[in-house]
DNA sequence: GTGCAGATACACT
DNA sequence: GTGTATCTGCACG
């Protein structure tokens, strides 16, 4: 296991390059560490449809457009956060979404944070990994240099189409850990109906 | 294991 | 006003 961390060097390049070198890596935020088993990479301005800073730099994206290393954390469908570590120098918008892991440390605070989900349940997809880590608004723009531990490299990378979005989904842009029974079940994009 | 429906608040058009 | 990088609970097999 590794006892090294990653400098922003290691971020310092396009998401889609780093998506893939970051499983099986362990990130640290408090008392709970999780060792990841599932991201995604999403790209630059006008070139991912499906990125959050696809048109451009908006109050709740910009720290997407910030220093590579730090935490992009969003609200989405009304209850649920999800993280991201923002990749490629200033001023870019790119970052890679933390899509699944497994807690390696701090077990009893995650099942507090996620009470009585099973242990492989406990960070499998984005909005449980943030709850398990403790993540929450305050932290977007938290710098995770010295918070991500080196390690070695998962057995088999699969990579495939991204879930839950509506364009650019054709991108194979998700990476995961072959057999990993924390990897979140694919689901594609379904438009809600009014009511 | 699969497949829906509904909840919910915010950013952006 | 519209759409969302989701989850949970329930049904069914």
Redesign the pocket.
């Known amino acids: 296991m590794g006892l090294g961390l990653l400098s922003r060097d290691f971020f310092d390049r396009p998401a889609h390059e780093v998506a893939p070198e970051l499983l099986g890596r362990v990130l640290v935020h408090g008392e709970v560490s999780v060792r990841l088993t599932e991201v995604?990479a999403?790209g630059l301005p006008g070139e991912d449809p499906?990125?959050?800073?696809y048109?451009?730099q908006?109050?709740?994206?910009s720290v997407?457009f910030g220093p590579p290393g730090h935490l992009?954390v969003?609200?989405?469908?009304?209850?649920?956060y999800?993280?991201?570590i923002v990749c490629l120098p200033e001023g870019h918008g790119s970052?890679v979404?933390l899509?699944?892991g497994e807690i390696v440390s701090g077990l009893d605070v995650a099942r507090a944070r996620?009470n009585?989900?099973r242990d492989r349940?406990l960070a499998?997809?984005?909005?449980?990994?943030a709850?398990a880590l403790g993540w929450g608004r305050e932290d977007n723009g938290l710098d995770m240099i010295g918070k991500v531990l080196d390690g070695s490299p998962p057995a088999s990378v699969l990579a495939g189409p991204?879930?839950?979005?509506?364009?650019g989904a054709d991108t194979p842009w998700r990476f995961w850990i072959e057999g990993d029974p924390t990897v979140?079940?694919y689901?594609a994009?379904?438009?809600?109906?009014?009511?």
Request: contains cysteine.
């Open positions: 995604e999403y499906a990125s959050h800073t048109r451009g908006t109050p709740r994206n997407m992009y969003y609200f989405t469908y009304g209850m649920h999800c993280a991201n970052a979404l899509r699944a996620r009585g989900a349940d499998r997809g984005p909005a449980r990994l709850v991204r879930t839950g979005i509506s364009t979140s079940p689901r994009h379904v438009p809600r109906r009014r009511g």
